[in-house]
């Protein structure tokens, strides 16, 4: 990931807000309140790990001064989940990842939960100037959900300098296109061979709006590639209708907002329903979802489930969801 700095980027950068959307409103909180967002978060106890990840990043008086701003604060819960606790914060990840992950929770203005557009997969633009997304749901998967994965558990703390609303999973942004993002994950290096061996790199570097179910080396193995070496010996012919069958184009999926361009190149764990059928880039052939018990994907040939075992893993160009086995037709 590349290094950022902090100073003039909370000062100068905003989200990009257009038309008549919902979120072109930057509302005023009335006077009385007293204290900034670093204050306000100090006396949740839910948020102590974020207030000492703040601090750990140099980040704590930058609330003194900044203007408005939207926090999207993760619990001391969501912070465990990824092994990061009130003892090693300040050590768990280098300064500036740490500063980079915290200012992808924070969008330049007041955005209430009211005026957060519904979606699915509404873009904002956080301060770390990648694209965050968000979802509402009112019956399969209730709430309001960042990038899938981090619901909303409280909404409009206030703040005289904005507002915070808290979140039960810790965001992480995307550490380059769907090329590097594979590159990034040490259990997609057999993933990264195949692709590499069929020529098809470029595809995942530029291509937007990509949805990849992506096999772990673990699934390589089973079906029947021991090693890279097997991989690289394999028919490039043979390997790209394979890779080809594990990427849907957001834009040929309709379910379950009933219209393409709702998912905005996007589809998230929390937009897929049971039954869904997902047309992949080989042409007339689907694959199927399921979300009874764990949730997953299977190919017309696969006996069972190929199970999501790391959702929602961000990339610039588009989003990865980790499955378990190779999807077979």
């Known amino acids: 990931m590349r290094k950022l700095f902090i100073s003039s980027l909370f000062f100068s950068l905003l989200v990009v807000l257009a038309g008549c ?22 006396a ?40 990061i606790n009130a003892s ?23 955005v209430p939960a009211s005026n957060l557009a519904p979606g699915p997969n509404a873009t904002y633009t956080t301060l770390q100037n990648e694209t965050i997304l968000t979802s509402t749901y009112s019956s399969v998967n209730a709430g309001t959900w960042f990038n899938g994965r981090a619901r909303v558990l409280k909404t409009d703390i206030r703040a005289n300098n904005g507002l915070i609303h808290k979140i039960n999973a810790v965001l992480l942004p995307p550490p380059g296109n769907m090329w590097e993002s594979i590159n990034a994950n040490p259990n997609l290096t057999f ?8 020529g098809l790199v470029a595809n995942f570097n530029s291509t937007t709006g990509l949805i990849l179910f992506a096999p ?32 849907v184009a957001a834009t040929s999926v ?13 589809l998230m764990s929390v937009d897929l329903r049971d039954g869904m059928s997902l ?12 979300t009874t018990g764990a949730p997953g994907v299977r190919g017309t040939a696969n006996t069972s489930n190929c199970n999501i075992t790391a959702a929602d893993q961000m990339a610039r160009n588009g ?11």
């Open 191 to 198: 993933l990264a061979a195949a692709i590499t061996r069929a």
């Open 216 to 247: 772990t080396n673990a699934a390589f193995i089973a079906a029947g590639f021991p090693d890279i070496a097997s991989i690289n010996a394999a028919n490039p012919a043979v390997l790209g209708p394979i890779l080809a069958y594990h990427v």
């Open 88 to 110: 090693n914060v300040s050590t768990a990840l280098p300064v500036a990842t740490l500063r980079a992950v915290l200012r992808y929770h924070m969008l330049g203005g007041s």
């Open 254 to 266: 309709s379910q379950p907002v009933g219209t393409l361009y709702g998912l905005r190149g996007r």
């Open 44 to 83: 949740d106890p839910e948020l102590s790990v974020f207030v000492l990840a703040l601090k750990a990043a140099g980040m704590d008086t930058t609330f003194e001064s900044l203007g408005l701003v939207t926090v999207l604060a993760p619990t001391n819960a969501a912070f465990s989940a990824i092994g």
């Open 319 to 329: 989003v990865i969801h980790v499955i378990d086995r190779v999807l077979l037709r």
């Open 21 to 42: 959307d919902k979120r072109g409103r930057n509302d005023i909180y009335p006077p009385g309140i007293q204290d900034n967002i670093i204050e306000v978060a100090q």
């Open 279 to 290: 047309p992949t880039l080989v042409s007339g052939a689907n694959i199927a979802v399921s």
